[in-house]
């Protein structure tokens, strides 16, 4: 949950605690899956917990931001990274695991598991960020869920009984969305974030020396890709962890770039800029009136004041059916969709995609200033 | 919850539960309510408690059988004829509470705690019965609607930022209508103590003298409704509790009449009838189709047959806009209609009412002939 | 828990709830003992599942008031009647389940896993009232007892590792014990149950009629004891519930015994009996005023007198080493007593006797007379 | 917590929590005496948040490690510097917190709410750690404990009916000690980092300069105690957390001294020391033969293998009644000493210290040689 432990503070959970639950889910999916005829092999159970126990490894710490601005590699590439070497080792045992991952193994519901629209991620992460944060609006029922599995020509359907747990888990997660993921807080601090990292690297390409941690500094010092993301950048990046970020941020405080300094300074205090959400766009002159007071008022150039002032957009669908639909097996044995199914088709709301504009600003321009 | 733990086993919690849950409940809100600064005297705030304390008072044992068969009168009545006879023994200190319960109290939301959409009773039922009965989807967050509640004009409404949580509630209202207090055999269990009951009154009415207590006797053998419902009817009515109802089925099990022999066994052994739920009528050549086979191999008449074999209409509105519109105070001040206010009018689709029929028969039927 | 619901209102959980619970917990044990190589076959499985489902089902309502009043036979001696007539309908099929239910199969901790100082029983028992009730206190760790079960010629052990967790779990017995099962007002009130039934029974075999259900009536009119409990009277005895005896309560509030009537009406409207608790013994004398003077004061011969005031002890041994010691076994494979391989022997405490009586008698005499 | 979550992987809670749940207590302690009528003025109240709040505040990161190594004063030292900055900076409003946390006040139960046998500090964290480390033998009913304390002569005192739950809370005490906070793993791992850091310390005092934060730096590079902590140092002190030390660890794994980057890279990696724990003093020959085989197989002087191979001493006592004992306020209004007023005397053996020693060495020596 990146940096939301800033609005729940008891959002303090860690990937390992996320990767043994989605496990726990796994064992017991399988188990349903078997009690149901599904034949489910000792190799493909193996690589199904391989997969699944593994399914993050490739998140660095703060992972969209760093991804943003630092190490521009999807965290599923690194992931893979992860697991080919992890093969190399273990003589080969990961292949099956690593074939089920990529979605190109012929039994489409072991990919689901782990992957899909019903995946023990989701029921993992769901549930404990709903737990940690204190957001109960975001609890599901994984048990009653997994129950519920089932697979119909290698791909997974929910047993028609099960249709109002799955509702009840849309609804979650599209709340767990806009009151925990897409919190207008954890927004900003993540933006924030992003943008103190971005500065970072601007500066060491202009040949500005920043105090960091040594793993840190050669991500920070050289460009990463995945052109040139090999084994010896991957034990590097293995090495990073949140320390790394939060140092180098506490360091920072006391450099002398304003725009680096200030803006670690406001993270390390939670002394957030100020962020507006509306359904509406905000307009460019909106953000140039906000531009030229705060330029004025802090003696800095406009291209410095972007870092403090900016806008984006947020957006959600609990159901992406367009992705991949969610099928009900209904008692007669035929499949219908989800939708088709819902009392009054009532479900299609969830696969439409609701979008929000957010604008960030200091405090100081609204407290000081007429231009809000 | 009436006789569905015998779908759920551990939906074993009582109604004096529920009346302190509800009490509980009611002294968070009016805390809240004055933190935010809406005035409530210390009479208000004491006649709210015994308002909600004595709001369910009225229901009999397996209330909703007990009035469509033997007491008919509504539970409703019977609670307001229960505090005016409190209010006597009680010098007169339960006049408030009462105006509040009947809504004739001309500061509107104190009523709104008390019954509408988001009350204090609500709130409770909806999170006991959920834990009770293990249906989790129906959990809801009553600590944070409650921090949500505000008052403009005497009249309830709900903060902007509670807005996930009253969609929260409503979803989880309808799961809970459909995986629990509607689910077919809760219905099933309920419609056959119904007939049971309805069979007594009619055996007793064609002077048959049926085993049973003799509080509960007193209403079988009397014709009671609002017009002859006195003191002493109510001294009586006191009296009543699951034992007698349950206790009256044990010893019918050994009558003679065939209905109330079978539906008491039936009853007694959890070996209920079958049912069958679908989002179309139920036709008539069904059911007499049903019935000429009943009739045939128990030997029974027509009559006897529709105590066995009987349609119903299920239908719940997760939220009825019509009755009483939920409104959201917008940070502005102004109010808005929740729909309105919704991610997309997302929440219109709640307000409509799912309508659903069943078709209840004697489980022997299925399995010996070719009817159905 | 009896009517310790007049005590702690939410402990409402039924027998049933129980014995799944039993249930559950066995499957754990089976599936950890066998992960440690103890052999359990695929028949001694079913039959601890079948003993421990049916352990308790010997118990009447009110089980122990019952006893000591109108149904003369211990409930585990009702239990393997019941056993012994599933056995026949089964043929043979509860052969084993009895054997190690009666103590007699070879393999002694299949025996202990039913019954024993760290049965599933009681660990079953101990968490779920400790739930109900809300005595915290007496919450345990059943899962990780489980997994500390080990198995030394086919005698139960506990690893060394688990140590605490049986000193917390005969902590939790012993409170559970002194603040819920032997609570004063759960004892006065068991106490009063019992002298009703036992005036109901006295009074019926005076020639005195009492309104009761029929299968209660059976017991009452008739002496049944072990000699002639048959498989009739196991059929009568099945019907049987709390609703017998709570709806008979509620009858004899309107009879025309004084002391029938007047216990009746007192635990129907939990209007219950003073009780005094202290860890000295009650003296005769003090006995013989209270009584002097409630006669004096009900015009009541003494005979009668003594259905509310007499004395009793309670006592409890949170383990009791002497029936069969608890062993640790210890990394190096020997096995020692709990107690010599507990922290300076600190668990000797927990098998020794504690002992208090208590005195009950109405409430009126302390409050008009002089005699306390 | 330290280093436990290397046992306890749950145990990721911070301190900030710990803060805000002992405030929470407080504030129901304070309406609990208030409701027995004890009185507690506005400015008292407002002082023992303070205190509550704050008591911590002078724990640095991973603090016992860091006081037996860099940072020579007591944490309680530092919570009061910081308390007396705060007092400046808000004009004296925090004086008779501090006077309360000192202990000079006059009425004594209020220091006892914050330090003492039934502290807040301590109801908070044995719940806390025992819910996230999984120890369920630690839980605890704070709730009724608290509803448990009076007030006797300015004196801290729990009510008679509340002695079986201080019972159990002394025994869950005891029982978390011995299985989280003394857990084998957690004392090798809280050892090796003492270890660590007085290497550091040593390290930089024969000249060697360490990669680590400034603030870190700081105090690695100066003596600092109690003489000369003045304000600057305390604001120093104020920007240490555990990503100091956690990201020197890291980048000690690479330095050239065998003793720091072999300890580090073991408690970054979890492979820790091998720990034995008995109840009988260890050896000096043994120790001396385990050093010997170090020294020899890693070609180390003795003085760098005595950061491998130690032994130290382990106590606990679940109830200090020299230091304070806990009273009794029985109901004839005499107050009682604890362990006279439980049931034949029990606690005593509560208050008796309990002493286990361990050794700790690598675990090669183990596997490779025949010296153990």
């Given at each position: 949950m990146g940096l939301s432990y800033l609005v729940y503070?008891?959002?303090?959970?860690t990937r390992f605690h996320h990767a043994l639950g989605c496990m726990h889910l796994m064992q017991k999916a399988v188990a349903t899956l078997r009690e149901k005829n599904v034949s489910i092999s000792k190799e493909e159970e193996q690589a199904l917990y391989i997969a699944i126990l593994l399914h993050?490894?490739?998140?660095?710490?703060?992972s969209h931001a760093m991804e943003h601005s630092?190490?521009?590699?999807h965290h599923e590439d690194i992931s893979i990274l992860f697991m080919n070497k992890l093969n190399q080792e273990f003589d080969g045992k990961l292949s099956l695991a690593i074939e089920i991952f990529k979605g190109?193994?012929?039994?489409k519901f072991l990919h689901q598991l782990i992957?899909?629209?019903?995946d023990m991620d989701r029921m993992d992460y769901l549930k404990r960020d709903s737990f940690y944060s204190g957001v109960?609006?975001?609890?599901?029922?994984s048990e009653r869920l997994i129950q519920m599995l089932n697979v119909v020509d290698d791909s997974l359907v929910i047993d028609e009984k099960g249709i109002y747990s799955v509702e009840k888990f849309l609804v979650a997660r599209r709340l767990m969305y806009w009151q925990?993921?897409?919190?207008k807080t954890s927004i900003v601090a993540e933006a924030m974030l992003t943008k103190t990292l971005q500065r970072a690297k601007e500066l060491n390409d202009t040949g500005k020396k920043l105090v960091c941690g040594s793993a840190f500094g050669f991500f920070l010092e050289n460009k990463i890709?995945?052109?040139?993301?090999d084994n010896d950048i991957l034990e590097k990046f293995a090495r990073l962890d949140d320390n790394d970020v939060i140092s180098a941020l506490k360091e920072w405080q006391?450099?002398?770039d304003f725009v680096l300094k200030n803006l670690s300074e406001m993270i390390i205090n939670r002394d957030l800029l100020k962020v507006e959400v509306s359904s509406d766009k905000i307009s460019k002159e909106k953000i140039s009136a906000l531009e030229n007071s705060f330029c004025e008022s802090q003696n800095i150039t406009p291209k410095e004041a972007k870092y403090f002032i900016f806008k984006g957009k947020i957006s959600n669908k609990a159901y992406d059916k367009k992705s991949e639909p969610i099928e009900i097996l209904l008692k007669d044995g035929q499949k219908e969709d989800l939708i088709e199914a819902s009392d009054k088709s009532y479900?299609?709301?969830?696969s439409e995609e609701v979008v929000k504009y957010y604008l960030c600003f200091p405090k100081l321009i609204r407290e000081n200033s007429q231009v809000i």
């Open positions: 503070p008891g959002a303090h959970h993050d490894i490739g998140h660095g710490p703060f630092i190490v521009n590699i190109n193994y012929h039994r992957s899909g629209q019903l109960a609006e975001g609890n599901i029922n925990a993921y897409l919190h890709d995945q052109t040139n993301f006391y450099c002398d479900l299609r709301n969830l």
